[in-house]
């Protein structure tokens, strides 16, 4: 029984770790942080000021491995997208283009997911 009292006590302290390390992660985001919407289709965003362009890549100054998995290089290029607009103050982007071939196993050809964007400011 004193060893089962040991465990216990155990895994109370890390569990009381785990709890307190979550809990200054979620304290440590910064306030500012804005959604930034992904928007498809032909319909354009209404009553929304234009910002410009931006483009989210898979790719980027890192290096890239070849078997980095499809769904890792799409949400790669999805939040550099959605890290574009947020520089330009924009919280919804409108997808133009999509290069989404990455998603094929095809021997020498690139595995680059791109998507371009307007951004837009609306309220």
């Given at each position: 029984?004193?060893?089962?009292?040991?465990?216990?006590?155990?895994?109370?302290?890390?569990?009381?770790?785990?709890?307190?390390?979550?809990?200054?992660?979620?304290?440590?985001?910064?306030?500012?942080i804005?959604?930034?919407?992904?928007?498809?289709?032909?319909?354009?965003?209404?009553?929304?000021?234009?910002?410009?362009?931006?483009?989210?890549?898979?790719?980027?100054?890192?290096?890239?491995?070849?078997d980095?998995?499809?769904?890792?290089?799409?949400?790669?290029?999805?939040?550099?997208?959605?890290?574009?607009a947020?520089?330009?103050?924009?919280?919804?982007?409108?997808?133009?283009?999509?290069?989404?071939?990455g998603?094929?196993?095809i021997?020498?050809?690139?595995?680059?997911?791109?998507?371009?964007?307007?951004?837009?400011?609306?309220?």
């Amino acid at each position: 029984m004193h060893i089962l009292e040991k465990f216990h006590i155990f895994n109370k302290i890390i569990l009381l770790g785990v709890i307190t390390l979550s809990y200054a992660q979620v304290c440590a985001q910064p306030e500012n942080i804005n959604a930034v919407t992904i928007q498809l289709g032909e319909a354009i965003p209404e009553g929304c000021k234009p910002l410009g362009k931006v483009k989210g890549s898979s790719k980027d100054a890192e290096v890239i491995e070849d078997d980095t998995p499809y769904v890792d290089r799409l949400l790669k290029a999805r939040n550099n997208l959605r890290n574009e607009a947020h520089k330009l103050g924009g919280n919804t982007v409108h997808i133009i283009y999509a290069n989404n071939s990455g998603k094929y196993e095809i021997p020498g050809a690139d595995k680059e997911i791109i998507f371009i964007g307007n951004v837009y400011r609306c309220d």
